[in-house]
C-alpha cells in the first residue's frame, strides 16, 4: 500500500495535490490526521529548503513518504516580494491581495508581471532521500480581485494567454498549468518511470 502524508495546513493547497496526484498513491493524509502536531519553522529564505524541511521532519516523525511544498508569488515590479514570505504578507488571503495591490498603485500594466513558483519535496523515510521538483507560471497581477475559485493570491493573478484570472478556472483547469500542478506532475512521471512505484505496486 503506497501512502503518503501531504505536510501542509494549507486546505487550498491539499486539495489541489490529492486532485492532481489521483491514484499515484494509496492513500493520503493530511496533518490533521495526526493527534501530535509537528512544528516545522520556515526559517530559510529559498523555497527548496523549507520544502526539504517540513517534509523531513514529518515524514521522520511518522516515518511514512512526506510530500511538502513550498510555493510564492513573486512580482516583477516589487523586487520579487512577497516571494517565500507570500503566506506571512498579511493576516489573511483578502489582506494579503490589499496589500499587493496597494504596493502595485500606479503600476502600469506592463510593469506588473509576476511569477508563481512551487518547490515540491518528496521525502522517502525508509530511505533517507529527498526529491525535489519545480514548476512554474508567469502573468501579471490585474488592478483588482477577480473570481472565487482557488485559493490565496489566485484572484489576483492574470493569465494572459487564458485571458483569464487563476481564481476564474476549475480546478483541474488550474492544475494542468500552474506552479504546483507542473511540478507534482513532474513528480508523477518520475515515479511512474522509477522502481520506486513499481516495487511497491507488486
Ligand atoms: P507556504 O508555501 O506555506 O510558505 O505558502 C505559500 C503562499 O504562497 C500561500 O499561502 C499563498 O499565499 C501563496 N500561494 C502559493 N501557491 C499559490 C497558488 O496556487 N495560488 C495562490 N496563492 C498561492
Redesign the pocket.
Known sequence: MRELIISTG?EGKYKEIVSTLGDTFDRYYSLGDFDEKVVVE?DSPLYFENAMKKARKVGDRFNMATLA?????EIEALGGKPGVL??RYGIDDKD?IERVLQELNGVPWEKRGAV?K?YIALYMPDKGWVYIFYGQIKGFIGFEAKGDL?????PIFYIPQLGKY?AELEMETKNRI???GKALNAMKEFLNADFFIRSRKR
Open positions: 494549507n520556515e511544498d513550498d510555493s510564492g508569488l507570500s503566506a494579503r508563481f512551487a482557488g485559493f490565496g493570491y489566485d487563476l500552474s506552479h504546483r
